[in-house]
């Protein structure tokens, strides 16, 4: 899972190393009916994970990253071996999980997300 990195600039260099890693790579968005979002739970609503920032400033998105992107790239026989979580902060949520001011419904999306990405890789 990839996860913290914001804006066109980030993008430019993730995929700038990821083609160095996997040449052939597609990255494609994730369909909302994809099983990796109803593995054990049962995902129907996304949004904007942000990182810790949002305390401090109430702003959902950090450089120019407004809109989340729930991408992946698949193996050759459709199975996400990237999962790929642009214009978020999973990480934050989770390390802010227990902070008073850190609001629930972030960290909790980020924490269904991510059990779903672990059972999905041990079963497909």
């Not at 992107?69 to 999973?90: E, P, Q, S, T, Y």
Request: glycine letters at 8%.
């Amino acid at each position: 899972m990839v996860d913290h990195f914001h804006g066109q600039d980030d993008w430019n260099r993730f995929m700038s190393g990821m083609s160095m890693v996997l040449p052939d790579a597609r990255v494609e968005d994730i369909p909302n009916d994809d099983a990796i979002f109803h593995d054990l739970y049962d995902i129907r609503e996304k949004f904007q994970i942000p990182g810790e920032q949002y305390v401090a400033t109430g702003r959902t998105y950090e450089k120019d990253g407004y809109v989340p992107g729930w991408r992946c790239i698949r193996d050759k026989d459709g199975r996400i071996v990237v999962a790929i979580c642009f214009n978020m902060h999973l990480g934050d949520a989770w390390e802010w999980a227990d902070a008073g001011d850190y609001p629930e419904k972030f960290s909790g999306l980020a924490f269904r997300i991510v059990i779903n990405y672990i059972t999905y890789a041990m079963t497909h």
